[in-house]
């Protein structure tokens, strides 16, 4: 299933826009999509995720321009819109893309489905004239408006239509969201939502468009073909019936410690087909970083990129054919070729982390070793 967002004219190229609040220069300048997306989790990150879930989102109300002004990039001229706002209304229509598909509860002020203006004689106007009463065809003296005052009917078809996609998919309103690509050169942002029922992918694209057939890879593995009009968007939105459950996590996770290399070994999840695992590690527990290139087809992984008296920490990932990924596995924290820095040939069966230093001159090597640790040394210092 596809909503594209109507197609924008050629003013679309102007990338500034100005409003009659005291926000410095009274210029709102636009995000890149990496900036867009990096103000957005930054938001994220700062909310409880129920906050961040049931935000308001909304891009008028009484206190602010009517989105269509603000958005306009032709002007005024003459007491009147250069192209009757036409050019603002395209561009609500794909910020009405966003807002519908990103996290949160989107708000609709009454009128901007229609594009109302709310505008006043000469310059951009807020409050009152954000309160315009509603366009209604079937009052006296609609059909003598300008048709900049009119209900735009295609607006409102387009929000019909954003509102029903995702009031029919669980995904759109509280499933997962993942940035899958932010192209500033060409101002395309591509991001995902996800839960156990099914999939959207969501393509913005804010430039003059893309050229048919255009390749936008989507992930490592993941390679989607397509093309988004200027200032357009598609809502690719998955099967109906689709199984999204994610598999458990794999179990038994055990590291088995050499010199400057790390044996992994764990137990496949019993729910689900596993095409493959990915390993993450890290030098604390959190901020994992996947270190496995491809996926690990089997059950057992070889890491040779350790330092010797450092201590790390891996978890693992199960991945199904159709490319889901588990949560991670309860992590394992080795630390390679201890032994060989406590001067012992091995660790004693039950003795767990318990180690003696070397009786003679054990001063030296206690006191050195951790910076050689850093270091990378493979061998301890001599005293």
């Known amino acids: ?90 561009r609500l229509a794909l910020l009405a893309v966003v807002q519908m598909t990103v996290p949160g509860a989107p708000t609709i002020y009454y009128g901007d489905e229609v594009g109302l203006a709310g505008y006043g004689s000469d310059i951009p106007r807020d409050d009152p004239y954000n309160r315009q009463p509603y366009p209604w065809s079937d009052e006296a003296g609609y059909g003598t408006l300008p048709a900049w005052r009119q209900a735009d009917t295609d607006l409102l078809q387009h929000y019909r239509t954003l509102t029903s996609l995702r009031n029919s998919h669980s995904f759109l309103r509280t499933g997962s969201w993942n940035t899958l690509e932010t192209d500033d050169a060409n101002k395309v942002l591509v991001y995902g939502r996800r839960d156990n029922t099914g999939v959207a992918v969501i393509a913005i694209n804010r430039s003059d468009g893309l050229e048919p057939g255009t390749s936008l890879t989507v992930g490592a593995a993941r390679t989607m073909t397509f093309n988004v009009s200027g200032m357009g968007a598609r809502v690719w939105v998955s099967r109906p019936g689709l199984d999204m459950t994610r598999p458990s996590a794999p179990t038994g996770l055990t590291a088995s410690e050499g010199s400057g290399s790390v044996i992994l070994n764990w137990d496949a999840p019993a729910d689900a087909v596993v095409a493959g695992y990915h390993v993450h590690r890290s030098v604390v527990d959190g901020g994992y970083e996947q270190i496995s290139a491809a996926l690990v087809l089997g059950t057992t992984y070889t890491d040779n990129t350790v330092h010797n008296g450092l201590q790390y920490y891996y978890n693992v990932k199960a991945v199904t054919p159709a490319g889901l990924k588990s949560q991670a596995s309860a992590p394992a924290m080795p630390i390679p070729a201890l032994h060989h820095w406590l001067g012992q040939p091995a660790m004693a069966a039950g003795d767990d982390a318990r180690h003696q230093l070397p009786a003679i001159a054990p001063t030296p090597f206690t006191v050195r070793r951790g910076l050689m640790a850093l270091l990378g040394s493979p061998a301890p210092p001599q005293a």
């Open 1 to 90: 299933m596809i909503a594209s967002a109507r197609p924008c004219s050629a003013s679309c190229a102007r990338h500034v826009w100005s409003d009659n609040d005291n926000n410095g220069d009274n210029t709102i300048n636009p995000l890149s999509p990496t900036q867009f997306d990096n103000m957005m989790r930054t938001i994220q990150e700062d909310y409880p995720a129920p906050a961040f879930e049931s935000a308001m989102n909304l891009l008028g109300s009484h206190d602010t321009n009517r989105p269509v002004r603000v958005l306009d990039h032709d002007g005024i001229a003459g007491g009147q819109p250069v192209n009757g706002f036409q050019d603002g209304r395209e």
